[in-house]
């Protein structure tokens, strides 16, 4: 039986943190799991990371393996039994290939939409530069930071571990029917953040009920250097 959908390296992983007010969340969310909270606040993080190597069903995907993701996401957990499951709903999901796009909305129903992105990385001794940008509607859009290259791990009940620490996918299928799949990697280290750029058109890219993120600053930005990934073929509609 085939247990791996999709295996990858996920690499260069930047998260924008901002709180937000959970009423606004409520139509985004699935069915059968609840929000999850750090410390009594609500969070959305706008993502960039780099997807390499990447392959479905342990066929590599030629051309097509390597590409930016761009992504907006908010935390959730799903209680079976003694066992909480944390995970992730996406508001929406970018990469800059259209047949990429197509084959995560049709395998998995999620809300992906292809646009042009670029990423641009440096290096010194002692630090990296790691930037995404995407064009939506005629603006380019962009996402950076300027980190330490010392590696560190994350603190216990730490934010970063909170963010970072969501091994599972739901999807909103309608008002009556969920989805959920598992996502496995290591534990991340992460790398302190010295600076950080966010130019974002939250309206165009998500919509309306998000368009007062373009001018609020983020609660954290973080950085992680990532893994190896893979995602479970397996999904349980609930």
């Not at 066992?83 to 796009?101: C, D, H, Q, S």
């Not at 590696?151 to 934010?159: F, Q």
């Amino acid at each position: 039986m085939i247990n791996t959908f999709l295996s990858a390296r996920w690499e260069n992983l930047i998260m924008a943190n901002y709180a937000i007010n959970p009423e606004i969340l409520k139509p985004y969310l699935p069915q059968g799991v609840e929000f999850d909270f750090y410390k009594n606040e609500m969070f959305v993080s706008l993502v960039g990371f780099m997807f390499k190597r990447t392959s479905l069903f342990g066929v590599p995907i030629p051309f097509l393996g390597t590409f930016e993701e761009v992504n907006l996401r908010f935390y959730v957990k799903r209680t079976e039994g003694d066992t909480i499951k944390r995970g992730v709903v996406f508001i929406n999901e970018t990469v800059p290939y259209k047949l990429v796009a197509w084959v995560a909305n049709k395998l998995y129903h999620e809300h992906y939409i292809a646009i042009p992105t670029t990423n641009r990385m440096s290096r010194t001794e002692r630090s990296q530069h790691i930037a995404y940008d995407w064009r939506m509607n005629g603006k380019w859009n962009r996402l950076a930071a300027h980190t330490v290259l010392e590696k560190e791990v994350m603190d216990a009940g730490s934010i970063e571990e909170f963010i970072f620490e969501h091994y599972y996918g739901y999807t909103k299928i309608n008002e009556r029917c969920s989805q959920e799949y598992c996502v496995n990697h290591p534990t991340w280290q992460v790398n302190k953040v010295l600076d950080y750029a966010v130019d974002c058109d939250f309206s165009s890219m998500y919509g309306h009920d998000f368009a007062f993120l373009s001018n609020q600053q983020p609660t954290s930005v973080m950085v992680a250097a990532g893994s190896p990934v893979t995602v479970n073929w397996k999904r349980t509609l609930f």
